[in-house]
């Protein structure tokens, strides 16, 4: 009879768990088809989920409990888009929720408050917003709603579901409100991160008890108690950069002694540089950017042997580099950018670090010739001695530098060649040197650098030839970037100020839109980093997701013609050749470009402009004003259908007409300045009946007199005189340019009009 009453009892829970497994299995199938009527193409794992299986809990993404009940469920990347699913709580033993990374819109439902089994629940990086109200979930233990647009205060039923929490990460959002008092009754945090919101008040004066607590980018304001850092701190992590905090940092930081990160970035902190920080042997990176501590660093700091990070930048600290940096030998970043350092640098000890990988002393006031002992540091891989007052020639030996990804030298008074051992750093990204004195012929070996993208000479004296090898530039990126994916230590080097905004021609098209994103300190060291990386960072409609190339050489004295070659640089979408001496005809090989910009203004290029043009549909500027073009337009520029600035002005042989329908009749006068064989048609008046006018030379500049001509070319003469006696000749030879075509203009439209 026993045994009887026990079989019917375990058939009994059988069929139970049957009944229950299918009530779940029920639910899950509502939730594939809801999302495959939401999203009928990009679908994630949900799809392979089969009716014909009787049991879900094999399904990708879905797990359970030994009854077979359903008690885990993770629709992470799932390209999820549109409104959240109604009926989660009818699975009624779920534990996790896993919905992060999607495109989830609308706000949180009331059915995810009745979830009152969750433990877990992951919704960030989705695009829900309204208030958070979750009051109902007493039994989550971990929580994570950031990367939302939820908004208003948390504080009204927060500490209802929080005595539980051991993770909270609510961060950017736009979150409201005081924190002061917000995690008193949540006895098992251990993890907190609120940064990214418009939090107020005092930062939360029982954070000595956490592991981690972020609260970078928000508003609170007040001191820092040296109570806050009792003995037995148990912090791991701080972040409170970017608030409005003041006063001294408590030197009782150090009872933090398993403190690894330690952020104080952009506050309002002054006095010394907490001595304390000392004691935390096993500190790694320490930021302080930003505030206005004392330059004197204290030698404590030399205790830190595990420090790999530091950032003391723009602090005021002035005089020369202190040697107390060069005793920091884990170190592997070290940026003091935006300082009033003097003199040179040798003396720091800095370039005897032997793990230095990032070093950063933009914006300071160093001087004397670049350190040949930089040539030493073999494991760097970003140099940036960017608006200095270094002088002298750029060292050879830095051709040695094989692992040397960013060189940005801009803004010196460099001078001499450009060491043809430059060709030696074949993993060189970037290479910034405008704004110096540098002369002399661009190196042949510079297309030895094939990973080089982005290239910056402008604003120098460079003169001779564009090297044909300069095409190889950038012509495989890949193993660089490979690199990049396995050991990112190279973007380390961006967190107070994000450099790479600056490395950006932000004017020119799909460079403004990037340097945009960039102007916010979130994205900045994210796309940095996919930059680096060699992953896409335009949107997925823009023609040029992997070509954000560039090549800039204006403003220098570069002569003869544009090598045919550069039709192979297919990696670059903006080419800046304005400003020189070139000649000769523009290479039809240009067409094979995909560009966005390309400007060769102000150079002797003559010829007819290359119908090839015409193929470069992803061209949305196009100046080729000032030179010496002749001929038609060609028709194929009608079919530029993005170009949106357009400029042939001061092209004198330029002749016929401008199309009066399609792309160049969307352009005024004013692209067509100092053309006077070129026949624009213009609407007069606004009634929809008038007709087009051949514009007249009048309209471009008035008919000039013969007294106007030999007073014109009087001037001339005098001003040729003069320069070739002051030796200015480079300013001579941009001046002759705009005078000469005055000239040529003014003579020819005397001799039209004389017929």
């Not at 009887?4 to 509502?30: F, P, R, T, Y």
């Not at 909270?168 to 940064?195: A, E, M, Q, Y």
């Not at 080097?493 to 979130?522: D, G, H, R």
Request: net charge negative; charged share 15%; proline share 5%.
């Amino acid at each position: 009879m026993f045994y009887q009453m026990l079989n019917a009892i375990l058939q009994v829970l059988l069929i139970a768990q049957m009944i229950h497994g299918q009530s779940d299995k029920e639910v899950l199938l509502e939730l594939k088809n809801f999302l495959q009527a939401q999203n009928p193409i990009n679908r994630g794992a949900y799809i392979s989920w089969s009716e014909s299986e009787a049991s879900p809990c094999h399904w990708k993404g879905v797990g359970c409990d030994d009854a077979g009940h359903v008690i885990f469920l993770d629709l992470s990347n799932s390209n999820i888009a549109g409104p959240l699913f109604s009926s989660f709580s009818r699975l009624t033993r779920l534990t996790h929720l896993n919905l992060s990374s999607n495109s989830i819109t609308g706000e949180l439902q009331d059915d995810i408050k009745h979830c009152q089994s969750l433990q877990h629940l992951n919704i960030s990086n989705n695009l829900i917003g309204g208030f958070l109200d979750l009051s109902r979930l007493t039994k989550l233990h971990t929580l994570d709603v950031s990367q939302n647009r939820f908004q208003g205060s948390i504080d009204e039923n927060f500490p209802e579901i929080c005595s539980n929490l051991t993770f909270l990460s609510v961060s950017s959002n736009s979150f409201t409100g005081r924190i002061d008092k917000l995690f008193d009754n949540c006895p098992k945090l251990k993890h907190v991160d609120v940064s990214w919101n418009s939090f107020t008040g005092m930062v939360w004066p029982g954070i000595e008890r956490l592991r981690e607590f972020k609260a970078n980018n928000n508003n609170l304001t007040g001191r820092i108690s040296p109570g806050m850092f009792t003995t037995g701190c148990k912090l791991h992590s701080l972040n409170i950069a970017i608030n409005h905090l003041y006063g001294t940092f408590p030197s009782s930081i150090g009872n933090c002694s398993n403190m690894k990160f330690l952020s104080l970035w952009e506050n309002s902190f002054h006095g010394s540089i907490p001595p304390g920080i000392g004691s935390i042997v096993g500190l790694e990176e320490l930021v302080l950017a930003s505030n206005s501590f004392n330059a004197n660093i204290p030698m404590e700091l030399t205790n830190c042997t595990n420090l790999k990070y530091l950032d003391i930048s723009d602090n005021n600290f002035g005089g020369t580099v202190r040697d107390v940096f060069g005793k920091l030998t884990g170190m592997r970043s070290l940026l003091l950018q935006e300082n009033n350092y003097t003199g040179g640098i040798t003396s720091s000890g800095i370039l005897q670090l032997p793990n230095l990988i990032v070093l950063d002393l933009c914006y300071n006031q160093l001087s004397g010739d670049l350190p040949s002992e930089i040539s030493s540091m073999k494991n760097i891989k970003v140099l940036m001695l960017a608006e200095n007052d270094f002088t002298g020639t750029i060292p050879p030996s830095y051709g040695q530098l094989l692992r040397l990804q960013v060189l940005d030298l801009s803004f010196n008074s460099l001078s001499g060649d450009i060491p043809p051992d430059i060709g030696n750093l074949s993993s060189l990204l970037l290479l910034i040197l405008v704004g110096n004195q540098l002369s002399g012929e661009i190196p042949r070996e510079i297309g030895n650098c094939t990973s080089l993208l982005w290239l910056n000479l402008a604003g120098n004296q460079l003169e001779g030839q564009i090297p044909p090898e300069i095409a190889n530039i950038g012509s495989n990126p890949s193993p660089t970037f490979m690199e990049n994916r396995k050991n990112p230590e190279l973007l380390e080097s961006i967190t107070s100020k994000c450099v790479a905004v600056e490395w950006l021609p932000s004017s020119y098209p799909e460079f403004n839109f990037v340097q945009s994103l960039m102007m916010s300190q979130k994205n900045c060291q994210t796309i940095w980093n996919r930059l680096a990386m060699g992953y896409d960072v335009l949107p997925i409609s823009s023609p040029l997701r992997t070509a954000l190339g560039y090549v800039q050489l204006s403003r220098n004295l570069l002569s003869g013609e544009i090598p045919s070659a550069i039709g192979t640089m297919k990696n670059f979408s903006l080419l800046l050749l304005d400003g020189n001496r070139l000649s000769g005809r523009l290479p039809a090989e240009i067409g094979r470009l995909r560009l966005v910009s390309l400007n060769i203004s102000s150079n002797f290029i003559s010829g007819e402009i290359p119908s090839e043009i015409g193929y470069m549909d992803s061209l949305e500027s196009l100046d080729l004003s000032s030179n010496n073009f002749s001929g038609a337009l060609p028709a194929s520029l009608n079919q530029l259908t993005k170009l949106s600035k357009f400029n042939v002005s001061y092209n004198s042989l330029l002749s016929g007409n401008v199309p009066s329908t399609g792309q160049l009749s969307t352009f005024d006068e004013q692209s067509f300045l100092g053309d006077p064989l070129l026949s624009l048609h213009v609407t007069t008046g606004s009634s929809s009946g008038s007709s087009p006018r051949e514009l007249s030379s009048s309209d471009i500049e008035k008919h000039p007199t013969k007294e106007e001509i030999m007073v014109t070319t009087i001037a001339f003469l005098a001003f040729f005189i003069v320069t070739l006696l002051t030796r200015e000749f480079h300013g001579f030879m941009y001046l002759y340019f705009i005078v000469s075509r005055k000239v040529v203009n003014c003579m020819i439209l005397h001799n039209r009009n004389a017929r």
